[in-house]
């Protein structure tokens, strides 16, 4: 039976073969049949939209995470012997940064679209730089936790990034483009090395600072100068395109916007989507899920140097060795984002991400050669880092309609965190963190088992929607919004 495409949401029948039957409502989401030229003229306009959005995104991230990861680096750098940290101080500093994370994110993914994204990524760009630069005056590891606090505040309205992306990118584009900007938090933290090796040699003493007070004040004000040129370049949403792209363009993006599962016009906030994350089995399984990524993420991203340093290497190179750790796991970022893309497929990536990190893991435990030690912390890297694109990026490819999809994402986020916090109170059995390493793996274990879990329940809901495809119910809800019944529309599918 062949149908007419639709290409406009106000369409509210479709010609079929035979009478007029009521149109489907994720008529307005199918990809349209393109021409050759417009097939080119897509491939021309999603290059000027990497060229324009992925720069802005990787530098806010690249400079965001240098802040994040900074104070680990300063503690190697003069900062314990200034202020007499002590290792559970630290501990507790770190953690202090998911206090404000937490607090934050609903309201930050939220109203997005109401603050619109160039404001609110420049607005916490400005924030976040301003208030990492005033730790370089601080006198206590108290004031330094009440800042890191507003740092983690500030930090929840960067954190929207992979939802913005479904504004301009289909759902097999989507962990090709977040690892591509999400590969420049591990680039940050070789950088960070590389720049707190730097300073230890350079800038020491200079004026009367150690190394530590000039991490902060330097890498502050470049989040706080990028923050402009993310106001003016980053652009708002698709309807909202302006130079330089043309008005064909701007047609462009607002029908791929509509083939990405998403509908003009959506800023408002629908309480019954915020409900239906709660009664959505497929919303707590990406949480419990991210949760166990972030236990290793915080353990690698927060405690690498002092790990380093934790084997036997001094305080200069223990900097200095974590640029090949970062490295290395920037191009595993790309390796497996790229590879999901390709595959179409999140979840058998996902495991293979937390079975490498794992075994990352065993080596920190089992070792006591600080040249294997070290090696195992290059693979936990590779297994970590990609998990948090390619986990986000199945969450986004299979909830549907912006206030579910806003709420799913600040809802495995702030969990998240919270593991976070747990991940850094751990990690305070200096110097070989046995306790905390062991509690990582046993994330990644975990994660194994419900990433395989969540595959087969969805395996489970694509087969029953196909089997039911003619049934009263499916017939009755198909004329139905995603903006109605989100992903539980008949004829959307679920990414495996």
């Not at 991490?215 to 502050?220: D, H, R, S």
């Not at 990609?386 to 199945?394: E, R």
């Not at 089997?467 to 495996?496: K, V, W």
């Amino acid at each position: 039976m062949n149908s007419e495409k639709v290409e406009t949401a106000d369409i509210e029948m479709v010609q079929l073969d035979g009478p007029f039957k009521p149109a489907n409502g994720l008529a307005q989401h199918e990809e349209i049949f393109l021409t050759p030229e417009e097939i080119k003229a897509e491939r021309r306009f999603v290059r000027k939209i990497d060229f324009l959005i992925l720069p802005l995104l990787t530098i806010m991230f690249f400079l965001a995470s240098l802040d994040r990861g900074d104070l680990s680096n300063a503690y190697t750098a003069g900062l314990s012997e200034e202020l007499r940290m002590t290792p559970s101080q630290l501990s507790t500093d770190v953690s202090l940064f998911y206090v404000g994370y937490i607090l934050l994110e609903l309201p930050a993914t939220l109203f997005m679209k109401k603050i619109t994204p160039n404001v609110q990524l420049s607005a916490a760009l400005f924030s976040w730089g301003t208030f990492t630069t005033l730790i370089c005056v601080c006198k206590t590891w108290e004031a330094i936790g009440g800042l890191r606090i507003l740092i983690g505040a500030a930090g929840a309205f960067i954190q929207v990034a992979s939802l913005y992306l479904t504004f301009f990118y289909k759902r097999d584009e989507l962990a090709t483009r977040g690892g591509i900007y999400y590969a420049m938090v591990a680039l940050a933290g070789s950088t960070n090395g590389l720049l707190t090796y730097a300073m230890l040699k350079t800038l020491n003493n200079v004026r009367g600072w150690l190394a530590w007070k000039w991490i902060f004040f330097i890498e502050g004000l470049m989040s706080v100068g990028f923050g402009l040129v993310v106001l003016i370049f980053l652009p708002t949403s698709p309807e909202k395109l302006k130079w330089p792209f043309s008005t064909e363009e701007k047609k462009i993006a607002i029908r791929r916007y509509r083939e990405a599962f998403n509908v003009e016009n959506t800023s408002n906030i629908r309480a019954a989507q915020i409900w239906s994350v709660l009664k959505d089995p497929k919303c707590w399984a990406y949480t419990l899920i991210y949760s166990c990524v972030n236990i290793s993420l915080s353990a690698f991203s927060n405690f690498l140097p002092v790990m380093i340093r934790g084997y036997g290497y001094s305080a200069v190179n223990s900097n200095l060795l974590t640029i090949p750790v970062w490295f290395s796991a920037a191009c595993s970022i790309v390796f497996f984002c790229t590879l999901s893309d390709k595959l179409k497929k999140r979840g058998p990536l996902l495991i293979t991400c937390f079975s490498i990190a794992a075994a990352g893991w065993i080596i920190l435990l089992a070792s006591k050669s600080k040249w294997v030690e070290f090696f195992g912390t290059i693979v936990i890297g590779c297994g970590t880092l990609p998990q948090v694109v390619i986990l986000q990026t199945w969450m986004n490819n299979n909830i549907v309609g912006y206030t579910k999809r806003a709420t799913a994402l600040a809802t495995i986020i702030m969990i998240g965190q919270t593991m976070g916090i747990a991940s850094a109170k751990a990690y305070s059995d200096a110097p070989r963190y046995k306790r905390g390493n062991g509690f990582a793996l046993g994330a990644m274990l975990v994660g194994v088992v419900a990433t395989g879990s969540l595959m087969i329940f969805l395996k489970r809901k694509n087969v029953a929607k196909f089997d039911n495809q003619g049934s009263e119910e499916a017939i009755a809800r198909r004329t139905m919004t995603i903006e109605e019944i989100q992903d539980d529309h008949p004829d959307f599918f679920y990414y495996i």
